[in-house]
Each structure stands twice: as C-alpha cells, then as structure tokens.
C-alpha cells in the first residue's frame, strides 16, 4: 500500500488519520468493557462460552467499523483509498452487513428487556421490528452497489431513519417508566436517537436522493446481477482527492465514532440490567377518586 499522499496539506490523510484514531480509541474502549464483564460478579469470566450477547455483538460491530475505518471506501462509486483487495466493495459491504445487523440486534435486545422490565407492549411491539427493516435496509443496500443504482441507498437510509424514529418512540414512551438516574439516560438516548432521524432527514437521505437523480438526468447504465458482482469483486478506484470523498466524511466521521459509542454503551447494558428493577416507576392499582368507595351489603350478612 502506497502512503505517499499522507501530507497534512491534504484535507484527505488527515480525515484518514483521524478514521485511523478513533479506532485505537475504540478498541481500547471495547478491551475497558471486557474488564468491566470481568469483574462484573454477575458474569462467569472463566467460562470460554460465557459471553455477554450484547457485549459480543458490539465487539463485532466495533471490529467491522474499524476495518472500514482502516480501508474506507464508497460503495456505488467504486473508490477507496489503498490499492488491495480488501478495498473490494464485496468484501467492504460483507462486513459491513454483519456490523450493521449486529448493531440492529442490540438495539432490538435492549429495547425488549427495558419493556419487559417497564410492562410497555408498545417498546416490545417495536423491538420486534427493529432487526427486520435492517435486514431490509441491508438488501436494499446491496441492491444499490451490486446495480450502481444510488435508489437502493436512498431506500436503505430511509429504512434506517424509520427503524430508529421507532426507537426514539419507544425510548420517550420508556422513559416514563423509569426514574432517577435510569429515566435521564433513557430520555438522553432518546434525544440522541431523534437527532439521529434529524442528520438522516436533513442531510443524508437527501444526498441520495440528489444522486439518484443526477443519475437519472444522465442516463446513467445500470449494471445487472451477474455483471455487478463481478464488477464489485474485481473493480475500485484509488483516489486522495478531496473533491471525491468531501461528501463521505461527514457521514462517515460520524459513523465510526458516535455510533460505535453507542454500540459499547449498548454493549454495557448487562452490567447494569439487573439494577433497573429498582428505578421503575410503581403505579397504584387503583386511580384515587375522592369519592367514598360503595360496598355491596348482602342480606345474609344483615341476618348475622
């Protein structure tokens, strides 16, 4: 791999080396969580098998945006920075499937268990939801770099703003439900996930749809199953020019590290599960009505 253009001069090598940066963070911050298990007395740290599920599943989404971090690359547009293999949108877009699926389910996992702890049909209702429109929006995603048809990545990022205007709903309808220290994270992350649907609505989705339909303006050719698993396998386009990658970094940048943040936070969840319990908000079984309350008076306890 070619480092020559690492110069502070190109705004390119230093988003480059601030992908590259984040990721050290990440890893460190993912080797903190499994201390954390470690000496968590509620795990079995000696037991290969024994793993915390949502800590596993961060542990492969913070692994998968860091390969990405390392080899970014545009899928539609074929371009990457490092002339290898591994810059291969096949091998970049299976990866990043996985991560992304893992990071589907943890929300999913979390949002279950705060609605089972909360009694909220409505946050399980769409916890269930959660892992099927990512597995939709993956499709629709490899439809798009597979056909070069950028529809699939404006079908995607629209499944992405709806699966997590879902867990915004859910997480404001749980914070209710909680209170002290529990009702302030849950109503934080609720917040977090609103300006989530906000970037998605205001910038992203809309950057696809201008795509599209310079796309369409253009009569762009469209590649068909064969020929654009071939072309996705075999063909990427090495380039440091900032006026190629300008719209990826704001994306991406944030990508890498606020949601791999959110993904550990989530990863941390098991260590604190069975301490929510206590932070759930008791209400009466009856409303109180200021009114005296009527007892029936049978005849045989008149007779008595």
């Given at each position: 791999?070619?480092?020559?253009?690492l110069?502070?001069?190109?705004?390119?090598?230093?988003?480059?080396?601030?992908?590259?940066?984040?990721s050290?963070?990440?890893?460190?911050?993912?080797?903190?969580?499994?201390?954390?298990?470690?000496?968590n007395?509620?795990?079995?740290?000696?037991?290969?098998?024994?793993?915390?599920?949502l800590?596993?599943?961060?542990?492969?989404?913070?692994?998968?945006?860091?390969?990405?971090?390392?080899?970014?690359?545009?899928?539609?547009?074929?371009?990457?920075?490092?002339?290898?293999?591994?810059?291969?949108?096949?091998v970049?877009?299976?990866?990043?499937?996985?991560?992304?699926?893992?990071?589907?389910?943890?929300?999913?996992?979390?949002?279950?268990?705060l609605?089972?702890?909360?009694?909220?049909?409505?946050?399980?209702?769409?916890?269930?939801?959660?892992?099927?429109?990512?597995?939709?929006?993956?499709?629709?995603?490899?439809?798009?770099?597979?056909?070069?048809?950028?529809?699939?990545?404006?079908?995607?990022?629209?499944?992405?703003?709806?699966?997590?205007?879902?867990?915004?709903?859910?997480?404001?309808r749980?914070?209710?439900?909680?209170?002290?220290?529990?009702?302030?994270?849950?109503?934080?992350?609720?917040?977090?996930?609103?300006?989530?649907?906000?970037?998605?609505?205001?910038?992203?989705v809309?950057?696809?749809?201008?795509?599209?339909?310079?796309?369409?303006?253009?009569?762009?050719?469209?590649?068909?199953?064969?020929?654009?698993?071939q072309?996705?396998?075999s063909?990427?386009?090495?380039?440091?020019?900032?006026?190629?990658w300008?719209?990826?970094?704001?994306?991406?940048?944030?990508?890498?590290?606020?949601?791999?943040?959110?993904?550990?936070?989530?990863?941390?969840?098991?260590?604190?599960?069975?301490?929510?319990?206590?932070?759930?908000?008791?209400?009466?079984?009856l409303?109180?009505?200021?009114?005296?309350?009527?007892?029936?008076?049978?005849?045989?306890?008149?007779?008595?």
């Amino acid at each position: 791999m070619n480092f020559d253009w690492l110069d502070w001069s190109n705004p390119v090598a230093v988003w480059w080396s601030f992908l590259v940066a984040v990721s050290a963070l990440n890893f460190v911050l993912l080797l903190g969580l499994r201390a954390c298990y470690r000496a968590n007395p509620f795990g079995a740290p000696k037991a290969i098998f024994a793993i915390e599920p949502l800590a596993f599943l961060s542990a492969v989404y913070v692994a998968g945006c860091a390969f990405r971090s390392i080899l970014p690359r545009a899928d539609v547009q074929r371009i990457c920075l490092f002339n290898t293999w591994l810059s291969s949108v096949l091998v970049g877009r299976s990866i990043a499937t996985a991560a992304e699926l893992c990071f589907a389910i943890q929300w999913a996992i979390v949002i279950y268990e705060l609605g089972r702890i909360a009694h909220s049909d409505t946050a399980k209702n769409i916890s269930r939801l959660i892992v099927p429109l990512i597995a939709l929006a993956e499709a629709c995603s490899w439809y798009a770099v597979i056909s070069t048809n950028f529809l699939g990545n404006v079908l995607e990022n629209s499944l992405w703003t709806v699966a997590f205007t879902l867990v915004a709903i859910a997480l404001a309808r749980l914070a209710v439900s909680f209170r002290g220290i529990a009702r302030w994270i849950i109503a934080t992350t609720a917040v977090g996930a609103a300006g989530y649907v906000l970037f998605m609505t205001t910038v992203d989705v809309p950057m696809y749809v201008q795509r599209w339909q310079a796309e369409l303006a253009d009569g762009g050719h469209l590649l068909g199953l064969f020929s654009g698993l071939q072309d996705l396998a075999s063909r990427w386009v090495v380039t440091h020019s900032f006026a190629q990658w300008h719209n990826e970094i704001l994306w991406m940048s944030l990508y890498f590290s606020v949601a791999v943040w959110a993904s550990l936070l989530l990863g941390g969840f098991g260590l604190v599960r069975h301490l929510l319990p206590r932070y759930r908000v008791r209400r009466p079984l009856l409303r109180p009505t200021g009114r005296p309350l009527a007892v029936p008076i049978s005849s045989s306890s008149i007779m008595r």
